[in-house]
């Protein structure tokens, strides 16, 4: 069964309103997770790295003040996609390490259109 | 620099064919993880191996094997017997780090093989 889960799956938004997608981990704690994008047919780009009780940490070249992440639990990571515009349609997807073995499964992801 | 190679772009089999997905990758750790996994048309990531720097047996998981080697930093990937449910983008990736803790966790993506099996 899925360990980490993803809500929505899919999210049509209108242009200039924002639109949050959350991250479980499901019977299993996660200090850390991580959000990533794909735009279609490309691969997968670590956007932030998701951390519990404190602030994520982004990856060059991504707005933090764009792309919220909220990590109030250790089993719920959020991201907020403010003031959505076209161009931050994307699959949208979070992934968590579910230790010891360092093993990090993906959650089912999330198709955000923003029209 | 870490670097995750995946030369084939796509790649088209008939079923039954057997088929091999490459993945070279570049890292200065001495402590890494490679992973492979599968994103059907569905999106979702699904999970299929894990392989620490340290372990070089290959594996093999029913249709499955994976053949890691150091010395050409390369984590290939096999189908035997490919079927049309074998379909779907396979991605090669990367992380650095320790097994327990201080880790970034962080996974560097190839940029996929598109597999077709055709009926």
């Known amino acids: 069964g899925a360990v980490v889960s993803q809500h929505p799956s899919r999210v049509i938004c209108k242009s200039g309103t924002s639109v949050k997608i959350e991250c479980r981990s499901l019977?299993?704690?996660?200090?850390?997770m991580f959000w990533y994008r794909q735009f279609p047919k490309q691969s997968l780009m670590l956007m932030a790295t998701?951390?519990?009780?404190?602030?994520?940490?982004?990856e060059q070249g991504v707005e933090k003040d764009k792309f919220l992440i909220n990590h109030a639990s250790l089993t719920l990571s959020t991201l907020t996609v403010t003031s959505a515009h076209p161009e931050d349609s994307s699959f949208y997807i979070c992934?968590?390490?579910?230790?010891?073995?360092?093993?990090?499964?993906f959650g089912e992801g999330s198709w955000l259109t923003v029209v | 620099a870490q670097k995750v190679t995946q030369a084939q772009t796509e790649i088209s089999v008939v079923e039954k064919e057997d088929v091999t997905l490459d993945c070279v990758y570049e890292?200065?750790?001495?402590?890494?993880?490679l992973f492979w996994y599968k994103q059907p048309p569905s999106g979702e990531l699904v999970f299929l191996i894990r392989?620490?720097?340290?372990?070089?047996q290959n594996e093999i998981s029913g249709r499955y094997s994976w053949n890691f080697q150091k010395s050409t930093s390369s984590f290939n990937f096999t189908i035997t017997a490919s079927q049309v449910v074998d379909s779907a983008v396979y991605f090669c990736?990367?992380?650095?780090?320790?097994?327990?803790?201080?880790?970034?966790?962080?996974?560097?993506f190839g940029t996929g093989t598109l597999l077709a099996v055709q009926p």
């Open positions: 992934s968590a390490r579910k230790g010891p073995g360092n093993t990090i499964y």
């Open positions: 019977d299993f704690q996660a200090t850390t």
């Open positions: 998701s951390n519990e009780g404190s602030k994520a940490t982004y």
């Open positions: 890292t200065r750790d001495t402590t890494y993880y």
């Open positions: 392989r620490n720097s340290f372990d070089e």
């Open positions: 990736a990367l992380s650095e780090g320790k097994e327990y803790g201080g880790a970034t966790n962080k996974l560097i």
